[in-house]
C-alpha cells in the first residue's frame, strides 16, 4: 500500500517492481526477486523459464501488474507460478488502478 499511495497508479510495471523492493528491503522482509523456475513436463524439463516477481518466506509468491484492471489472464500466471514452485499462498497485486488492487491465492 506503502509504494501506491506514495507513487500513485501510471507507471510501468518495473517501477512499481523496484520500489516494492526497497519498501519489502527497508522493513526487513525477507524476499527473492524473479528467480528463475524451470517447468517440467512430464517429468521431463522444458526449455522454457517462468520468473514470479517476488518470492517471500520460501512460501508466497507475489505477482505485481500496472493495469488498468486485472483479468483472468493475470490470475491465471499466478495460479501457474503456484504450481511451479509448490507454494500454497499467491498475491497479486495491481497498481495501475486509481485504488490498489490486490487478490489472494490459496492452492
Known amino acids: 500500500m506503502e509504494v501506491h499511495r506514495e507513487l500513485g497508479c ?9 520500489a516494492l523492493a526497497l519498501e519489502l528491503t527497508a ?7 524473479e528467480i528463475e523456475l ?3 513436463y512430464k517429468h521431463q524439463p522444458l526449455k522454457a523459464i ?10 508466497v ?16 500466471h499466478l495460479i501457474n507460478y503456484l504450481k511451479v514452485t509448490g507454494y500454497r499462498v499467491g498475491l497479486l497485486i495491481n ?8 487478490q489472494r491465492f490459496v492452492r
Open 10 to 18: 501510471g507507471f510501468l510495471e518495473a517501477v512499481y517492481q523496484e
Open 50 to 59: 517462468y520468473k514470479p516477481d517476488f518470492l517471500r518466506y520460501k512460501s
Open 95 to 102: 497498481f495501475g488502478a486509481q485504488s490498489l488492487e490486490h
Open 61 to 76: 509468491v507475489i505477482e505485481t501488474k500496472a493495469l488498468s484492471r486485472l483479468s483472468s489472464v493475470e490470475e491465471s
Open 27 to 33: 522493513r526487513k522482509i525477507p524476499f527473492q526477486r
Open 38 to 40: 524451470s517447468v517440467n
